[in-house]
Each structure stands twice: as C-alpha cells, then as structure tokens.
C-alpha cells in the first residue's frame, strides 16, 4: 500500500545545510532570550508576550524581538 523509503541519503546530503541554520536560530534564540529576561522595558509588549514570541516564532521571533520589541537602554546620569 504505503511504500517506505528507508534511504536517508537525500537527508543526509541537505545536513551541510541544515547544521548551520539550526546553530543560528538556536544562537539568535538564546540571545534574544537572555535580553529579554533581564529587560526591564520594551518598545512594545511586554516581556511575557516577547517570551513567547521568540520561543514560537523560529528564526523570525528573535529577528522580530531585537528589530522592534527591544527597549532602549537608559543612559546613565553622569556624575560632576
């Protein structure tokens, strides 16, 4: 009925590729996690709402949070 193609050449030929890719999105991912873990505001939302977004969302969800969600960074009063 089904027939089951049990040759994985034609995955193993597209690992030079996917390797890569799967290292960046986890680095972006990671990145963007830590960031927004120790944010205390953010341009839009808030910091569950771009937890979830940049677990969910693949590569596009750390794109997007540090593109648009990432809050500005306080600058720091200078002493005289």
Same mark, same amino acid.
């Given at each position: =009925?089904?027939? !089951?193609?049990?040759d994985f050449s034609?995955? =193993?030929?597209?690992?030079? !590729?996917? *390797?890569?890719?799967?290292? !960046?999105?986890?680095g972006l991912m990671l990145a ?7 944010? %205390?505001?953010? %341009? =839009?939302?808030? %910091?569950? *709402? ?7 969302? $693949?590569? *596009? ?6 593109? *648009?969600?990432?809050? +500005?960074?306080? +600058? +720091?009063?200078? +002493? $005289?």
């Amino acid at each position: =009925m089904f027939e !089951v193609n049990n040759d994985f050449s034609e995955v =193993m030929s597209l690992l030079p !590729v996917l *390797i890569p890719l799967i290292l !960046v999105q986890l680095g972006l991912m990671l990145a963007a996690l830590i960031h927004a873990c120790r944010a %205390k505001s953010f %341009k =839009m939302g808030n %910091k569950l *709402i771009w937890i979830l977004v940049i677990l969910l969302v $693949d590569i *596009i969800g750390p794109v997007l949070y540090f593109a *648009i969600g990432r809050g +500005e960074p306080k +600058e +720091e009063e200078e +002493e $005289d």
